[in-house]
């Protein structure tokens, strides 16, 4: 038998060391199960600041344990979920998915990184980050959980990009794909609400039958519920705006020169009382006060967040700071409205152009005629009032004309101005007008722009001083008559 070649021999002492080495990596990975595992119980009892620090030991002595990518997904959802910072959970996401691309987890960090990507955006064109972790989770693990999610944003950021057919086509794969998951009734809704938009109408309202029947028992059922509602009383029937008297009913006299009215997320009634300088909700028949007092409000708008915005001849007060904010040259607000994307579009009386304010705190203007009245469209543009020349102009998410309606334009008669503008969720548009032949009333019109409804207040036999307007859930008008201190509702 020949010797081993002295290239070949294993030294004694290395042969002793073995089985220690080997013992090695078993138990980092132990100490990495215990770590997490002591871990998740602090969690669990909300001892955060116990979990956080177990999760940092684990991430620094196992850094490559299969339990390292376990603990940044946790910590990044600790920093949206419960410190609301999701700017601080960044870094771990990215990490994530730098150094565990390979991991089970990694599916569920892109998801997340990409819905704050997309919160993040503040105009359509800064989506594509986003999207582009929406289709990492697709192509990388197909048959992740997350995958139902990641085809429900990406068909919004396509649709946000004005792009409906491929959007629609993303919301039909996640509800047919994914039926049985959270994501499907969700997927639904969005799908009517395109079909809607590619004028599908028919269409929309078999998909929200269909969410109806399919998945009875979810939100988006109840919300089906009242579109339809919405949808067939407006686009279908059409009848004639028939007035109910004070509402709600037998309530005369008991507000303090109501002026301001707008409809909060949640479908609750919000009121600027001008004696009191105060916005108030309406729940049920209570009226609780809501924000600080704002003395001299011109101008009240709800966001998409559920924030109040009040704003008077060039201040602007938030409901939750409470702090008045100067609007810069701004010195004759005629109009405001918050789109979807949390920014504040600001008109002054004085200025062509429109001035948006964005939740980062930065502005930018956009070329316009005057404007007065605005409100926000579900597509994510606006509508605004150009009295001057006697048009309403349907924005764009960029602040460019999408459709430009003649005042006149499917009535009997013209008139001169709009004294204000309400939108609801399903794309319809109602305007408070005065002057001209057609006199003082109101007007509905369709997401395309066309006259749906129409009526005056000498026809309605209203003789109050209306000065705003809301749509309600189930396809009603609430208007405010500051003459008589009451609300009156048209159906």
């Known amino acids: 038998m020949h010797a081993l070649s002295p290239w070949f021999r294993t030294p004694a002492a290395l042969l002793c060391a073995l089985p220690g080495l080997a013992q090695a990596p078993a138990q980092d990975g132990e100490l990495a199960a215990r770590l997490y595992r002591s871990g998740e119980r602090a969690y669990a009892s909300k001892a955060y600041k116990e979990a956080l620090e177990t999760w940092a030991q684990l991430l620094q002595s196992s850094p490559q344990s299969e339990f390292a990518p376990k603990v940044l997904l946790r910590l990044a959802q600790y920093h949206v979920d419960i410190e609301r910072k999701p700017e601080t959970a960044m870094p771990y996401l990215e990490r994530l998915r730098r150094d565990h691309i390979k991991s089970p987890e990694a599916a569920d960090g892109l998801l997340l990184r990409g819905i704050l990507q997309a919160r993040q955006a503040r105009r359509p064109l800064e989506l594509k980050d986003a999207m582009a972790d929406f289709n990492r989770v697709l192509d990388l693990f197909p048959d992740a959980g997350a995958c139902a999610e990641a085809r429900l944003q990406l068909g919004r950021a396509w649709r946000d990009q004005g792009q409906w057919g491929r959007a629609l086509q993303h919301f039909v794969e ?12 969700r997927a639904m809704l969005e799908a009517a609400t395109t079909m809607d938009l590619l004028g599908d109408l028919p269409g929309c309202l078999r998909m929200l039958q269909r969410l109806r029947a399919e998945h009875p028992q979810t939100p988006e059922a109840q919300e089906a519920t009242w579109r ?178 003649p005042y006149g334009q499917d009535l009997p008669a013209p008139f001169k101005a709009v004294t204000a503008l309400a939108t609801d969720g399903a794309g319809q548009i109602a305007a408070l007008v005065d002057g001209g032949d057609f006199g003082e009333g109101v007007v509905i019109y369709g997401p395309d722009g066309a006259v749906l409804r129409q009526a005056t207040f000498k026809a309605l036999g209203i003789s109050g001083r209306i000065t705003s307007l809301a749509m309600d859930r189930s396809g009603g008008l609430i208007l405010c008559d500051r003459r008589n201190d009451l609300l009156i509702r048209l159906n």
């Open 174 to 185: 996640a509800f047919r794909l994914h039926h049985g998951s959270a994501v499907a009734s």
């Open 228 to 405: 339809t509602a919405v949808l067939v009383k407006h686009r279908l029937q059409k009848p004639p705006l028939r007035n109910e008297g004070p509402w709600p009913a037998g309530r005369a006299k008991w507000l303090k020169t109501p002026t301001l009215l707008a409809l909060a997320s949640d479908g609750a009634l919000l009121i600027f009382q001008n004696e009191l300088d105060r916005v108030f909700r309406l729940q049920g028949t209570e009226l609780v006060p809501q924000g600080p007092p704002a003395p001299g409000t011109r101008v009240l708008c709800a966001g998409p967040e559920g924030t109040t915005w009040m704003l008077s001849k060039n201040t602007l007060v938030r409901e939750e700071g409470g702090v008045a904010q100067p609007l810069g040259t701004l010195s004759a607000i005629s109009g405001a409205a918050v789109d979807r994307w949390g920014t504040l579009w600001v008109s002054d009386a004085k200025m062509p152009a429109l001035t948006l304010f964005t939740p980062d705190g930065s502005s930018r203007t956009v070329a316009s005629p005057p404007a007065g009245a605005m409100a926000a469209l579900p597509t994510g543009g606006l509508v605004i009032s150009a009295d001057a020349d006697r048009k309403l102009l349907f924005l764009d998410r960029d602040g460019q004309p999408r459709i430009v309606v």
